[in-house]
């Protein structure tokens, strides 16, 4: 039987995640899961 022990999401991605305690999943994957990203303006 599997069993999640830690549940992380990642809004901004390749910065440091966030610890949950629950989480919605959307047809995305999980709810506010790397949905934002940093460039340059170059």
């Keep these: 039987m ?3 022990s ?4 990642y809004p901004v991605k ?3 995640g966030i610890s ?4 919605n ?3 995305k ?3 506010y899961d790397r ?3 940093l460039v340059n303006a170059d």
């Design 35 to 37: 949905r934002w990203m």
């Design 14 to 16: 390749s910065l440091a």
């Design 25 to 27: 999943v959307t047809e």
């Design 2 to 4: 599997l069993k999640i």
């Design 20 to 23: 949950l305690n629950s989480s």
């Design 6 to 9: 830690q549940l992380f999401t």
């Design 29 to 31: 994957g999980l709810e």
